[in-house]
């Protein structure tokens, strides 16, 4: 791109955008409080990002837009820690506390209460960030203590660390020290991607947050979503910073450093034991792993009072949490099959007590992940249980492995079917290949059938499909609708009233949509976005089941991969005779009506325009609402911008009708939206 010349407007723009982007993402990441959506935010970086293209002359390392990461390094060079970065002691119990508090009083000749910051104890690596006159110049790991490595690429690409301090105040040199971090939905879900591509997996968030910052290539880092939450500071010079800890972390929030928003001070060591007990009730739904609680003494002058031992404060102390990971033996594994027929080794475990319940049942994943931990039966494991996932083998202890194990052999044919169980090439998955004829995916695919989102039966749960599926009052999802009340309610747990009540539900789901009705089909890779796109392409189902791979190629966001397996689907006699059976049965839907002209005007009044739901609606759920100002083609969107055109507000609509009322955007009410769908044309 050619480099413009630079206008003083030019100048004052770039600096409008990042002080506005800047701030936003102080209330984003710091306070926790975002005030525009996201779209609003992508627009102001687009801005920047075009400005700075045309006038790379103006781009500054602190612009919010240089966190993409940069050329890979060779290595890492040293940095050495003027102030070395400490450990700190553990306790284990409440009486390991007590014994710190009363070691306190006596170093400090004093029977006053004293105060204590406790705050979590984040599962991350400890780093340190300097800033010289308020702008980030170097981040590095805490190494030894004594020297770490630069790791100032990695760090800037960590959307919560500032790449400059906000306001004003803070001394000349700065060194902030935290912890980074991957919260524990990052973490699985970047596992997962892995473990679909046959890449090695992450043992825990704290190792993903280690590899990922050890990356020479910060682009990679730049890609995971790695936090920051400062736990205090270290060199400071040049001002004053106040005269307790908690009042300093306060400080370095103002300056727009992300600390814990669990922070707290206690009064004395009952407060301290009280602070444990009730983080360890939250602990599981934390978005991020804990380790422990930190208690400091929060006045910095008793802190210098009490001084340091060998490698670690006196006047800090980290009480753990019991270990999340425990030792017991793997006496057997179960192959399970899903709805999609993936065939899935599930360990079975001596019960073992691990972070709050037993574990008897964990996932081992696929054959790689067998061969990768090398893991045989009656080999002793280490098993991780972490908040709300399920229980995994982290390693063998080797050295307990007894002189008997027996090797794990993945089934050729289908536990449940017997069908041959293939993998495709370069998946690591392997799947029975018994489609609807394997009675373990029948059940999932009955479930899916009638889930929410699919035929939506109301009552039809998984315990029911199981039943019916076992005595075989239920083979395809065209046997729901032969069942009566009489034969439901001679079920375990189905009373009459039940009964009566799922058959209705059952013959009001005739009456569905063509995308949901796809989508309820349960096509490999056939979510409802595609369903939806497949309806809107075809407007019906037998143009739609006619369709080669190339036709349904040129189908939005359909590549060849989701082509194969939609006309794989459509071209398995079972399938046509399961949909015969459904439509015979008196399932129907409105056809679409675009057909080859695809979104002619008149079939979609809607196309173009955006709206947002908000609040409840009475005559239908949102999700209803938004499908039926989709088949109109509407867009729905999460969030109010400029771009929408109007949001549908029932009772209990907050912030997003406030932000509507704002901008001067329509507001419909319930009545406004009916007549919308009974008249869209007059929308424009
Ligand atoms: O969250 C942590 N892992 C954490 C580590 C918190 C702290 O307040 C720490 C720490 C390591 C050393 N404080 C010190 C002095």
Redesign the pocket.
């Known amino acids: 791109m050619n480099a413009k010349s630079v206008t003083p407007e030019i100048k004052q723009s770039i600096a409008e955008l990042r002080e506005q982007i800047n701030d936003h993402n102080y209330r984003y990441y710091v306070l926790d409080a975002p005030d525009i959506p996201d779209v609003e935010y992508d627009r102001l970086m687009n801005e920047l990002k075009r400005l700075e293209a045309e006038h790379p002359a103006l781009i500054v390392p602190d612009s919010p837009t240089q966190r993409v990461g940069a050329a890979p390094l060779s290595a890492f060079s040293t940095v050495k820690h003027e102030m070395p970065?400490?450990?700190?002691d553990n306790a284990f119990s409440d009486e390991e506390i007590a014994d710190f508090n009363r070691r306190l009083s006596e170093r400090l000749k004093s029977t006053e209460d004293i105060e204590f910051a406790c705050?979590?104890?984040?599962?991350?690596i400890?780093i340190s960030l300097l800033y010289e006159d308020g702008v980030f110049v170097r981040g590095a790991t805490r190494g030894d203590g004594e020297t770490g490595e630069d790791i100032s690429q990695n760090v800037r690409t960590i959307p919560s660390v500032p790449l400059r301090l906000r306001g004003k105040g803070f001394p000349a040199t700065l060194e902030v020290?935290?912890?980074v971090y991957m919260p524990k939905a990052s973490f699985n879900s970047l596992n997962e991607y892995a473990r679909k591509h046959d890449q090695k997996t992450f043992m825990n968030p704290r190792n993903a947050a280690a590899g990922s910052l050890r990356q020479l290539d910060s682009r990679i880092t730049a890609n995971r979503r790695l936090e920051f939450?400062a736990?205090?500071v270290g060199l400071v010079r040049e001002g004053n910073l106040p005269d307790r800890h908690s009042e300093i972390l306060r400080r370095l929030q103002q300056w727009g450093v992300r600390i814990?928003d669990k922070l707290a001070v206690v009064k004395n060591l009952a407060g301290c034991l009280e602070y444990y007990k009730d983080l360890e009730q939250v602990r599981a739904d934390l978005e991020y792993d804990?380790?422990g609680i930190?208690y400091?003494v929060n006045r910095i002058d008793l802190q210098r009072q009490l001084g340091f031992v060998s490698r670690?404060?006196r006047w800090?102390i980290?009480r753990k949490f019991p270990a999340q990971e425990e030792m017991t033996r793997l006496i057997n594994v179960e192959f399970q099959v899903g709805r999609t027929g993936a065939v899935t080794p599930v360990a079975r475990l001596e019960p073992v007590f691990v972070g709050g319940v037993t574990v008897s049942n964990a996932t081992l994943h696929n054959q790689d992940e067998i061969n990768r931990l090398g893991v045989q039966i009656g080999d002793t494991v280490i098993v991780r249980r972490a908040g709300d996932v399920i229980p995994q083998i982290v390693s063998v202890v080797m050295s307990k492995r007894p002189a008997e194990t027996i090797q794990i052999v993945f089934p050729s044919d289908c536990p449940v079917c017997g069908s041959p169980v293939e993998a495709m090439p370069g998946e690591a998955v392997a799947r029975c290949t018994g489609g609807l004829v394997c009675e373990a995916q029948r059940k999932e695919a009955i479930r899916h059938f009638a889930s929410r989102r699919a035929m939506d039966i109301d009552g039809l749960g998984d315990k029911l499909v199981e039943q019916l599926v076992d005595q075989s009052l239920v083979h395809s999802v065209a046997d729901i609708y032969r069942l009566d009340a009489e034969t439901l309610a001679g079920l375990e747990r189905m009373g009459k009233k039940s009964a009566e009540k799922l058959v209705k539900a059952i013959e009001s789901s005739k009456s569905t949509t063509l995308p949901r009705f796809l989508y309820a089909l349960g096509i490999r890779e056939v979510g409802e976005t595609t369903a939806r796109n497949l309806a809107a392409e075809f407007g019906n189902l037998d143009d739609l089941m006619k369709a080669d791979q190339g036709r349904l190629q040129q189908v939005k966001d359909i590549g060849p991969v989701v082509a194969h397996f939609v006309e794989e689907f459509f071209q398995q006699s079972e399938t046509r005779e399961g949909i015969r059976s459904l439509q015979n049965a008196g399932v129907h839907w409105d056809e679409f009506t675009p057909g080859e002209n695809t979104a002619g005007e008149g079939d979609q009044p809607l196309a173009g325009l955006t709206y947002v739901i908000t609040g409840t609606l009475e005559s239908m759920s949102r999700d209803d609402a938004k499908e039926k100002l989709q088949q109109l083609g509407a867009t729905v969107a999460g969030s109010v911008s400029k771009k929408t055109h109007a949001v549908v507000a029932g009772p209990g609509a907050g912030s997003k009708l406030a932000r509507a009322e704002q901008l001067g955007i329509t507001i419909l009410n319930e009545k406004d939206f009916l007549a919308l769908l009974e008249k869209p044309e007059s929308a424009q």
């Open positions: 970065m400490l450990s700190l705050e979590p104890k984040l599962d991350g400890a020290r935290g912890e939450c736990y205090g814990s804990i380790d930190v400091k670690a404060p800090a980290a």
